[in-house]
């Protein structure tokens, strides 16, 4: 793959100056910004100068799609353990993972939006020569080019747009419009870490197809950056947070979680495949290899929230319902 841009990644400096006056978010406690805090963020922007791509070029969209290569890797399929995936034809396993991978690009496509639309509100008038701003302008440009690929790489397999239902899609509403300080950069972080397990072993797949492997690059390279931004932030907006605001943000981001996870695969994936999509769904709440696949790609998010303070009994409840504990 080509690279774009020729910074070198620099090292970080040291030390916790203030870097001006505090902000204030909403009602939330105030907000000290140091100068080690914007050091991440200029790093950051060294990487995306050394490692960024375009997904236009660097991926061959005029390839034909081999029959045989699967959507994702068979063990991330929903279905993967289960009797009715011993019962598929192999024919139905391929084209059920080309469906589960693009209702899971789509789902990102919608979180990608509401992602952007966060962080712009965010950024709302703060110091546009600052590190911390750049950055999340660069963020929500890689963003928009990576929705554009998982929209392409969606046309190109020919499976249609699936969509969260209309409850869904009103809450991922009132979350891009209400979420603030570490509650939005928590979903955030949520939504990108549990996909970079998955693309981590999608990208490395010899039976999966090529538009996917060379998507899941890009997106894994990326997204690290956006990772250890959304940490970052998470770390600065709870540096100075009592007990009560932290069990309230844990809880919100807990919820944040359920949604996300729980739209990842739409039911129609299993139609198009052909299958009972009763029996189907049956077999994937009891699919107990699923529910190991979801702990062990939550495992490095779970230990970030007990470190910051944001994983309560509460939303360790709401995790398990959802087996990312």
């Not at 890797?73 to 080309?98: C, H, I, K």
């Not at 509100?121 to 929500?140: C, G, H, M, V, W």
């Not at 797949?205 to 997204?223: K, Q």
């Not at 702990?295 to 319902?321: C, K, N, P, Q, V």
């Amino acid at each position: 793959m080509a690279l774009t841009g020729s910074a070198r990644i620099g090292g970080a400096r040291t030390g916790g100056a203030r870097t001006g006056a505090k902000a204030v978010h909403g009602s939330a406690p105030t907000r000290e910004h140091t100068a080690a805090d914007d050091d991440v963020s200029k790093r950051l922007l060294e990487s995306a100068a050394t490692l960024s791509y375009d997904p236009a070029i660097e991926i061959d969209w005029d390839a034909p799609l081999p029959d045989d290569h699967y959507g994702l890797n068979p063990e991330w399929s929903t279905l993967y353990g289960t009797r009715l995936w011993d019962e598929m034809t192999e024919r139905q396993r391929v084209t059920l993972t080309r469906h589960e991978v693009c209702s899971i690009m789509n789902t990102g496509i919608w979180f990608e939006m509401i992602l952007q639309q966060m962080v712009l509100r965010d950024q709302y008038l703060k110091n546009p020569a600052s590190a911390e701003f750049r950055f999340a302008l660069t963020e929500i440009a890689d963003e928009c080019r990576h929705s554009i690929m998982f929209a392409r790489a969606c046309e190109k397999m020919g499976v249609p747009a699936y969509r969260p239902n209309k409850l869904i899609a009103q809450a991922g509403r009132a979350y891009k419009a209400l979420a603030k300080g570490e509650l939005a950069y928590g979903g955030i972080l949520v939504a990108e870490e549990v996909l970079d397990v998955m693309q981590r072993d999608w990208m490395r797949g010899e039976n999966v197809l090529e538009i996917v492997r060379g998507t899941s690059r890009i997106h894994v390279v990326e997204e690290s950056r956006h990772m250890k931004f959304a940490r970052q932030e998470i770390r600065e907006r709870t540096r100075h947070a009592g007990p009560a605001r932290r069990r309230t943000s844990a809880t919100g981001i807990a919820l944040g979680a359920y949604v996300i996870v729980t739209s990842m695969v739409h039911p129609g994936v299993y139609r198009a495949a052909g299958l009972d999509t009763g029996r189907a769904l049956a077999e994937v709440r009891a699919n107990e290899h699923r529910k190991a696949m979801m702990r062990t790609s939550s495992r490095h998010l779970m230990a970030f929230l007990a470190e910051t303070g944001l994983l309560t009994s509460r939303s360790a409840a709401i995790y398990r319902r959802i087996h990312m504990l």
